[in-house]
Structure formats: C-alpha cells, structure tokens
C-alpha cells in the first residue's frame, strides 16, 4: 500500500512518537470541526434559497457574536448557562449515558434556589448565594441522580426518561410560580417574589458578564480533573467503555453511574440557580429557555471533554447572540438560529460514523505496511 | 440384467473445483490464489487457523462474495456464482456454526417455509405428505411435528442438514458442525453424513478444528494459512502432527509445565455450599449443592452451552445476584467486591476478553492498569491517577507476556485476538494469585495462543493457585485439569479425577443422561 504521508520510514523514534501522539488526538478535532464546516455550508443554502446572501450572513454573525467588546459580552453572558448545561450531558455520556432532560434540573435549580432565597431572606449576602447554589445543586442532583439510578437498578433507557422528567419538571415549575410561590404582585408574569438584593450575583469587575461565565469555566476544568486524573473518574471510564469488564473488576458500577449523574444534574441545578440569581431575580416560565437542550448541541460538537465544552460553548454563544442582529438586518426569521442549530447537530451525528475510518488519524494501520 | 432407471440429476452429489481464489478487501488480500477440489461424493476437510481464510474462501464459493480473481467449476463446468441464489440453484448450501432455524415453528414448518417457492397458502397435507415422502429417503430419522425449540441440539444439527437437503443441495458446507453438540451427537451426524457421501448422495466441505473428527471422518484435507494455500492430502497418509505442521508453519509452540501432583493436604481455596440461583431465563434455577477446589489444582467444568455455566460464572464474578447458599474463598465470605477480590487474590478471566474484561476504545496501557489504577506503587490507595505509572507498569506487562502491539497508545480493540487475551492474562496474573476463575480461555484463539495461555494457566496451578476452569472445549479440559465436573441443567452432575476421565462417560453426562 501506498501513503506516502502515513510512511514511517526513515522517521526518528522521537519524531514518530510525537506524530503519533498527534495523530491519535487530531481525530477528535479535525472531525468535528468539519462537521461544524459543513453544517454551516449546508445552511448556506438554505439562506440563499431563501433569496440571502450566506457571506452577509457570516459576516453578521460574526459580528454579532465576536465583533466588538460589546457583542463579545454578550457571547460569554450566553455562554455561562451552556458550559454547565453541557457538562449534564457530557459527565454522564462518559458512562456510556445520553441524558437529554438537563433543562428539567436547569428549571427545577432555578426554582429551588428562589425559594432558599425567600426562605432565608435577610440572611449575609456571601451565606445567601452559597445556600442558593446548594439548592439549586441539590435540587438538579436529585433530578439527574434519579435518571442514573432507574438506568441503572430498573433498567429504565435514560434518554427517554430523561427527555419526559424534564417535561415533569417544568409543569412541577409553573405548578410552583402560579401557585405556592407566586409573588401576587408579578401581575402579567407569574414570580416567586424577587430575592434580596444582597443575593445577587453581579458582574464580573470590568465586564458586563455575571460571575457564571467564571463559574462554569472552573466546573468544566473540575470535570476533567476528575474524569482524566482521578480514581473515580478511570472507573467511570472503564463502566463507560464496557460495563461487564467494570462489573468483573468488583467496580461499584451503581454508585458511579448514580454519581456522575447527580453529579451532571447539579451542574445543571447551578445554572438555573445563576439565571435566578444572576439574570432575573426570581424564578418564573423564562427560566426553560433551552439552555439544556443546548447544551446537548454543545456536549457532542466537544466530544464530551470538558475542556473542549468552553470554546464550543462560547462558540455557540455567539451564534445565539447573533440572532438578534440577523433578526434586524436580513430580515430574518427569529428561528433562523435554531435551524442552523438543527443542521450542525445532524452533521455532529452523522460525523459519528466517521471515526476509526480514517488512515491518517490511525497509527496502528501504519505499521503494518512496513 | 436390469438397468435401473437414472436418478434424477438433482439426487446426486455434486462435485466442487475453485481454482486461483483471491479476494482483496482494499489493500488487505485475505485469499491469495487458493485452489481446493472437492470431488462428487467426498469428504473433504478445510483446516486453518482463525483468519486463515477459510471462511472467506467458502463465502467465495457461497456467492456472498465476489472473488477478485479465481474460477468455480460446478460437476466440471465452469460457473459463475454471484449471489447465494445462484449458489442454490446449482446444489450448493452452507450449514452455519449456530442455528437459523425458527425455535418457535415445528421441523416441517421450518422446512416448508425455507422453499423458494411456498405458495401464498399452504396445503399442509400435501405438504406433510411430500415431507413423509421426502424422510423416506433419508437416513436421519427425526420428529418433525415438535417445535424446534424442543430439540436436542445434535437434532436441531441434523434438521439444519435435512432442510440442505429438502431444498435440493447436494454440496454441503459445514462450518464447524459440531462445536455445539455433545461428542455422542457429533459422532452419529457426522457418521450419517458420512454415510451419505459414501452413498454418492451428497459431498460435503466441513471446516473444522478438531483433529480427531477430521480423522475419522473426512477423505481428504486442504489446510489454509494467512490466505495462502499451506499444503493438502488423503487422511490416511497424514498424521495429526503433521495436520498441525501444514496449520502453524514453523512457529515455535510453547510447552506445558510438567504438572506437579495435588499435595493430599493441599488446603481449599473456593468452597461453594448450597448455591441456588435462577438461570438468564428466570424460568430455572442453577443449584451447586457443593464444590472445592483445593490450592495448587485445576478443576475443570465441562457442559454444553445453555446449562447454566455462564450464570454460575456470573454468580461467581458478583454479576448475578443469588438466591440462597453461600461462596467461600480461604473460609471468608466472598462477595466479589473489588476489596474482597485484592485482599482473597481472586482474580477472573471471563471468556471473550474483548466483550467481557475490556473496554475496546481505551488504550492498551489503561486496559492493563484495570485491576490497579486505584494502588500506589506500595499497594495503598490512592485517589489520584498517575498514567506515567500505568503506562510503565503496561509496558513491562507487555514485554513479560510478549504483548503485540503497535503501541502502548493503541486502542485495545486494534489488538489481535491472541494479544488482547495475552494482555488480560498479564493483567490478572500478575501478583499473588490464589483463585483463578476462568472461562474458555482459548475461544476463537489461534494455535500458539492457545498453547501459550494454557501454559500460563498450567504454571499459575503449579505456582499454588486454585483454578476453576470452565470450557466448552472437551479437549483443553482433559489437558489441563486435575479433576473434571460435568454441568447439565444448571447442576454438577458428575465428578471424575482426570486419570479415569473418559470421553464416553462425560459426554453422556453433559447430554443429560444420568
């Protein structure tokens, strides 16, 4: 066989190594990144069918999301939800999971960390958010923690359990923010009442992006820490790879699974406590914008590494920030954004397929010719 | 003198010549310019390794490929076979390793229907008529009124060769025929089919690893080797040595340590009392009323698969929960926890290590590091991972247990068969063993693999480990094991020291009569 850029001969060890290492990892970025490509080439058509110009499309969106300081802000203000809404998808898909439901702990978080507020009105502001986040942790880690644990005890598929409980969730929120909770004064959009001003989540010094943005890069750098250099983590892997070879190890295959999920829900718990804290000030129907889902768009494009979910988040971020300005400018509809969205998540899919087929990112087929 | 009248031409055995198969997939070329001849009414054996060839050499000769180069001659023509359908309408079919018949349906339904030309409503008493008609002419004697799934499994062999035969084909492929039937049933369908052959009915090409059935029952073999032609002859001539020479080439096989003998005092190592557990299809229940097995010996299990081997397995590995009784190892509870298995050294190999004891997309250092990712360098345990450490503990494993692998980096499922075994057999035998559990350790392995991991296996005894051994395979039993149990219906249902184990007396256990 011939290949000439694939052929190893007469290539130093060190050199060969290092080519190696970079071919082993390249897959996983070259892939998506096409993928990424060509979902926006495909969606350039569907622009210019409908009579626009797809480079006047780019150059909004580049503009919308990255152009100037103040469109950037507003990217990374989008960003913050979607780092911690896609570590719900990515932590339990490394246990071989697809959870879809993290707009159900997004929501329940939300409303959890606005009832702590109530609860404990008046309390010092630093002791307020950090019971807020912990209930909304908790509130989403319940969620998400029982997805594993019927997946794991009855056997119940977590994807489709996941996708109805978020539906449970969110009646169970406008169940609360019309009835037990609602603040009679919010009139036209049922509220729990507003929280104490000391609660606040404000900016971050310099920004005008609340402190989630930091929030959720340091989740997703703990999300790896744990998954890549910690004990719990290379079991998680290891369950994740073949469930029968953990089982054979003596691993605690039930309490992993349980884990990382409840673990992924209080991610996404945390983000719904920081849209109420940081974002609207009380818990109301906005609180199901479709961060989780998202999210999901957000975990496959980074191959559900969390340290690739903070570019890919960001980089999303910006697509929706730009939809407004598209909006204004070409005339477009306000969905146009979520088509694009859809596009690139179908060729995210379809890219699946292509691993292991190619030569180039496979230095075992290398040796062989020699 | 009386001529009798001329069979009809689709009653006689047919004759099958391929000349120069080669198939290419891409670049790999996985026939290279192979020749077999199979003359009307012989018995010819096709041998080789795993990925010798052979398989793709038949499915060449099926229609399901098309070869890249190579001619068939069917009866001394030249034919072309470009689909199964085409296979069919010359009197060729193939009997697969497992069984394609519906479980659910009776013998003469599954025959009837497998027609190419069922009509759209079926007139059953004609059909039956034809059917008793049809038996008539055939030596296997067999109920066809019960479900399939009633069946013995030499019965369900013999119904799979009867439906080849019911649609008209009188040159038969027989992958592995008997790797799911006891040594009793192997023996009478093999002999009919032989008898068959003999009676210019039918020819028959059966791939096969056992020696002693191609012995006793093929003509002739051809013998394949990394998709090359590697050497043929007449039965007769050859012995199993040299069988095995044409097979393996000139690679050095590794030998068994010389078996020390069982000290009378050497004490138990596994002790299961009283263990009742229902088997996968919830409907029967595995009960092991008593089992020991004493340090320093090998007990073997031998069963047909579906006795409850695999769930007694499972229930040994902590992956099936138990109803009752209770498993001991050095006199301890043992519930299979990761903590009991380091502080008992019980460690388990399950079978087909890529499916059952690997994760395929991790890498061949991490694969190997499974059983001691959580230890320190001094045996505590740790929280954080130190891949420098696994990946230096890997590649001593890997030089110590000849390991092939382009990199310690690959993924493990890039590895051979062989190689992924010799990574698990590194992985598990490393360090103090005292409980070995395995399970058909040499499964779909070639030659030198499996004569190396036997005699890992054989040295692990020898160094003073209990071994529990379960397998499929009557042969690697009766080498390897100091005493061998027979499981049938979920029970141990016999027990002989191997210096009295007989063939006969087993097989008729594992078949059920006792």
Redesign the interface.
Known sequence: ?TDIAASPVLRSPAASAAL??IA?RAEGFVIPVGALIVGMALFSMFIALLGKSPLQLYDLMWRGGFGSWFSIQNTLSRAAPLLLAALCVALPARLGLVVIGGEGAIVLGGVAAAAMAVAISGAPSAVGIVLMALAGMLAGGIWIGAVGALRHYRAVNETISSLLMAYIAIALMNHLVEGPLRDPASLNKPSTPLIDPAFVVGPIPGMDVHWGLVVGIVACVMSWVLIE???????A??A???V??A??????VGPLIVGFCALAGAFAGLAGMLEVAAVQGNANGSLAAGYGYSGILVAFLARHNPLAIIPVAILLGGIEASGGLLQRRMDLPDATVQVLQGMIFIVILFSETLYGRFRMF???L??RDV | MIIPPPAPPSDKAVGVEATGMTMRFG?FTALDHVSVKVPAGSFHALLGENGAGKSTLVKCMMGFYHPTEGQIMVDGREVAIDSPKDASSLGLGMVYQHFTLVASLTGAENLVISRQDVPPIIDWAKERKGLAAFMERMPFKLPLDVPVGELAAGEKQKLEIVKQLYLGRHFLVLDEPTSVLTPGEAQEVLGLVRGMTRAGDLTVLMISHKFHEVTAFADDITVLRKGKFAGSGKVAELDHKAMAAMMIGDQPIAALDSRTGVPADARPILTVRALRAPDRSGLKKISVDGLDVKSGEIVGIAGISGNGQKEFLEVL???RARDAGEVMVKGAPYG???????TLNVR?I?EEPL????????TVA?NM???T??LSATGK?????NMGAIRAYAARLVEQFKVKT??L???IA?LSGGNVQRAVLARELTGDVDLLIVSNPCFGLDFSAVAEIRARIMKARNAGAAVLLMSEDLDELLELSDRILVMSDGALVYETPIATASVQTIGEHMAGHH
């Open positions: 066989m190696e290492w082993r250099k910690t004990r719990w983590g290379f079991a892997r290891i994740g790879g073949n029968r070879a089982q054979v190890q003596g691993l605690a496979n230095p075992d290398w040796k | 670049g590995a902590g992956q299979a926890s990761r903590a009991e298995a380091r388990f399950p499916r059952n004891a690997c994760a395929p997309k991790m991490e590091a499974f059983r990712f959580d345990p740790v929280s954080w991972v382009a990199s980096s690959s993924p890039a």
